[in-house]
């Protein structure tokens, strides 16, 4: 009932910029904690941003900390992911999630906190 809809991957060399953006509908579930993972071929599904309710708080992996911002519209129940200065190892499949429950995640980087998750949009960096 929930949908995630992810869009903005795309190839890009090294050194450039995508933003991603993740749009939820379905249900009332306007400002609730949102996020990204990753996921790369032959790797575990890793945390890459998270963002609390009203945006006030954003958590980053240390690989992307510093070349990436996540914000949220939460008037359009939507949250962003800028990343710049991309490298070959950022290249993965990214996963726009959604924490249902109101509390905050106990940890952000466990996929086990969030509750909804979108099909995916490739993002492919070239050296």
């Known amino acids: 009932q929930v949908q995630l809809v992810e869009s903005g991957g795309g190839l890009v060399q090294a050194g450039g910029s995508l933003r991603l953006s993740c749009a939820a509908s379905g249900r009332a579930v306007s400002s609730r904690t949102m996020g990204w993972f990753r996921q790369a071929p032959g790797k575990e599904r890793e945390f890459v941003a998270g963002?609390?309710?009203?945006?006030?708080?954003?958590y980053y992996t240390d690989s992307l900390k510093g070349r990436s911002t996540i914000s949220r519209d939460n008037a359009k129940n939507t949250v962003y992911l800028q990343m710049n200065s991309l490298k070959p190892e950022d290249t993965a499949v990214y996963y726009c999630?959604?924490?249902?429950?109101?509390?905050?995640?106990?940890?952000?980087?466990?996929?086990?906190?969030?509750?909804?998750w979108g099909q995916g949009t490739q993002v492919t960096v070239s050296s």
């Open positions: 999630v959604l924490r249902e429950r109101y509390s905050s995640p106990s940890n952000y980087y466990n996929p086990l906190d969030y509750d909804y």
């Open positions: 963002i609390n309710r009203s945006g006030g708080s954003t």
